[in-house]
């Protein structure tokens, strides 16, 4: 069994600063791209950032120059450090990790709430 597991999330101030983590464990063999998206109530889950084993980013305009996405490949876990959060950062955060060479496999976590309000 896999497991994916998401912490960090909370509630902040708009201007502050979240970090949210993602482990994976279980049985997951050659994890390949990780990645954060988010669900805000009444909208379609949408892409945040992502990042491959070497390192490669990816952002969403929305959050580019704003949040950072980082990985340990020793630990199978994945960050998003969230910084000048606005009232439209709020949603579900959802960690997503590809793993597998020959057969491709795809694991979300249960995702974690983000709130951004004074």
């Known amino acids: 069994q896999v497991q994916v597991a998401e912490s960090g999330g909370g509630l902040v101030q708009p201007g502050g600063s979240l970090r949210l983590s993602c482990a994976a464990s279980?049985?997951?063999?050659?994890?390949?791209?990780m990645g954060w998206y988010r669900q805000a109530p009444g909208k379609q889950r949408e892409l945040v950032a992502t990042?491959?084993?070497?390192?490669?980013?990816n952002y969403a305009d929305s959050v580019k120059g704003r949040f950072t996405i980082s990985r340990d490949n020793a630990k199978n876990t994945v960050y998003l450090q969230m910084n000048s959060l606005k009232s439209e950062d709020t949603a579900v955060y959802y960690c997503?990790?590809?793993?597998?060479?020959?057969?491709?496999?795809?694991?979300w976590g249960q995702g974690t709430q983000g709130t951004v309000s004074s």
């Open positions: 279980g049985s997951i063999f050659s994890i390949n791209a």
């Open positions: 997503k990790v590809n793993s597998g060479s020959i057969t491709l496999r795809t694991y």
């Open positions: 990042i491959t084993r070497g390192g490669g980013a």
